[in-house]
T-cell receptor, first 113, second 111 residues
Framework: GAGVSQTPSNKVTEKGKYVELRCDPI?????LYWYRQSLGQGPEFLIY????????DSGLPNDRFFAVRPEGSVSTLKIQRTERGDSAVYLC???????????FGQGTRLTVV | DAKTTQPPSMDCAEGRAANLPCNHS???????VYWYRQIHSQGPQYIIH???NNETNEMASLIITEDRKSSTLILPHATLRDTAVYYC????????????FGQGTTLQVKP
């Protein structure tokens, strides 16, 4: 595909469960970002990958959140012991380099019940 | 990163130009002005960016004041499909290049 792909598009989980959200960036893009967007708010930065390494994870709210990008392409955002406050749209973006235009996916809507 | 201030909402008649203002009075010399928009239920979409010169592309024009403390995004002929939240972002060239989004301006294009 030509764009950033995120799966699933919607995820409903019970409080306390573990979830994984997947991001397939545009082929060849070395930079990858995760954002979280709550209703009525702008996207909030979570973590940035350059290649395989997490170069900036300053936006992760706590140690229940973790993300990986083992081969420098696909990334997975992992949330342990989900809480109702984790409910949001999780957005992934990729770009050819760290200071170039970022392309966003459609997001995964996570609902914790 | 410098903070931006945008009006929370604006209306525009279809076919007319939409002029979206943004104040960034604390902008530094190495910070760019970026504009993104987010149509309902979609991810943000890049529109345009600039440093100090005015810029134009197929989507919009960006006018940056000489002192760089404010800018205006211009959609020359707004359509109903331009209804969206528009984000003005000041982005420093950094080790991460992350974008820091504010609340944006909700533009409603009316028939």
């Amino acid at each position: 595909g030509a764009g950033v792909s995120q799966t699933p598009s919607n995820k409903v989980t019970e409080k306390g469960k573990y979830v994984e959200l997947r991001c397939d960036p545009i082929s060849g893009h070395t930079a990858l970002y995760w954002y979280r967007q709550s209703l009525g708010q702008g996207p909030e930065f979570l973590i940035y990958f350059q290649g395989t390494g997490a170069a900036d994870d300053s936006g992760l709210p706590n140690d229940r959140f973790f993300a990986v990008r083992p081969e420098g392409s696909v990334s997975t955002l992992k949330i342990q012991r989900t809480e109702r406050g984790d409910s949001a749209v999780y957005l992934c973006a990729s770009s050819p380099g760290r200071n170039t235009e970022a392309f966003f996916g459609q997001g995964t809507r996570l609902t914790v019940v | 990163d410098a903070k931006t201030t945008q009006p929370p909402s604006m209306d525009c008649a279809e076919g007319r130009a939409a002029n979206l203002p943004c104040n960034h009075s604390t902008i530094s010399g190495n910070e760019y002005v970026y504009w993104y928009r987010q149509i309902h239920s979609q991810g943000p979409q890049y529109i345009i960016h600039g440093l100090k010169n005015n810029e134009t592309n197929e989507m919009a024009s960006l006018i940056i004041t000489e002192d760089r403390k404010s800018s205006t995004l211009i959609l020359p002929h707004a359509t109903l499909r331009d209804t969206a939240v528009y984000y003005c972002i000041v982005r420093v060239v950094s080790n991460t290049g992350k974008l820091i989004f504010g609340q944006g301006t909700t533009l409603q294009v009316k028939p």
